[in-house]
C-alpha cells in the first residue's frame, strides 16, 4: 500500500528535550511538508521540501529542524527552543510543486510536553 | 499574502438536511482550491479540487464550484448523514506552489 507513515503515533517531551518525529512516503513524491495544528488554528506550515538536500522554513520554523537526505524521509526535529510544542503534527507530500498538486497527510503524531 | 476564511462552527445539523459550508479566499493570481476532510484523530484526506474558474469539484455527494467573481469556494451537500461528522477545511495553492493554505477548519455534526 502506498502512504505517508507518521511515527509515533503519540509522544511525551519533558522540557528542555529535543524529539524527533518521523515521516515516510512510498509515494515516489519530490516535495514534503511539515504542518502543525492547534485547537480552532487550522493548519500551520513548519517547513517544506521541493526536492532532496533542500527544504524551505514555513511560517512558524523558529524552534523546528528538518532534513531531507531521502525522497522518502523527511523528520522533524522539535528542539528545546520551541516555547509551546504540544500540538498536533501532520506530515503531506505531493508529487510536485504545481498549483494543481494536491497534498497527502499521514496519520498524524500528537505531541504533549509533561 | 495569501489566506482562508471559512465559516466557523460548529455546525450543527440533523441527518439528510442540506449542507453549506462557506469559504473565501485571497490570493493573487489563479491558486487552485481543495476541500480537505478530517475525522477525529486522523490526518486529512483530499476530498475534492477544482483548478480553474467555474469548475466544480465533486465527491461522496459533496460539491463546491470556484467562482473567481466572488473569490469563493463553497462546499455543499444535499443531505448529510451522521458519518459526514467531521472537520472540514478549505485551502489554496496559488501559482507559485509553494505549499498549501488552510483555513481553520469547520466542524460539523450531524444528529440522527
Given at each position: ?114 | ?14 441527518e439528510e438536511a442540506f449542507l ?93
Open positions: 500500500d502506498g502512504g505517508i507513515t507518521q511515527s509515533p503515533k503519540y509522544l511525551f517531551r519533558k522540557e528542555g528535550q529535543n524529539v524527533t518525529l518521523s515521516c515516510e512516503q512510498n509515494l515516489n513524491h519530490d516535495a514534503m511538508y511539515w504542518y502543525r495544528q492547534d485547537p480552532g488554528q487550522g493548519l500551520r506550515l513548519i517547513y517544506y521540501s521541493q526536492i532532496v538536500n533542500d527544504f524551505q522554513k514555513g511560517d512558524i520554523a523558529e524552534g523546528y529542524s528538518v532534513s531531507r537526505e531521502k525522497k522518502e524521509s523527511f523528520p522533524l526535529t522539535v528542539t528545546s527552543a520551541q516555547k509551546n510544542p504540544t500540538a498536533f503534527y501532520l506530515c503531506a507530500s505531493s508529487i510536485g510543486q504545481a498549483r494543481n498538486t494536491e497534498a497527502f497527510f499521514g496519520q498524524g503524531t500528537r505531541l504533549t510536553v509533561v | 499574502g495569501n489566506s482562508v476564511t471559512q465559516m466557523e462552527g460548529p455546525v450543527t445539523l440533523s453549506t459550508i462557506n469559504c473565501t479566499y485571497t490570493a493573487t493570481g489563479y491558486p487552485s482550491l481543495f476541500w480537505y476532510v478530517q475525522y477525529p484523530g486522523e490526518g486529512l484526506q483530499l476530498l475534492l479540487k477544482a483548478t480553474k474558474a467555474d469548475d466544480k469539484g465533486s465527491n461522496k455527494g459533496f460539491e463546491a464550484t470556484y467562482r473567481k467573481e466572488t473569490t469563493s469556494f463553497h462546499l455543499e451537500k444535499g443531505s448529510v448523514q451522521v458519518s459526514d461528522s467531521a472537520v472540514y477545511f478549505c485551502a489554496l495553492k496559488d501559482q507559485a506552489g509553494t505549499a498549501l493554505i488552510f483555513g481553520k477548519g469547520t466542524t460539523l455534526s450531524v444528529s440522527s
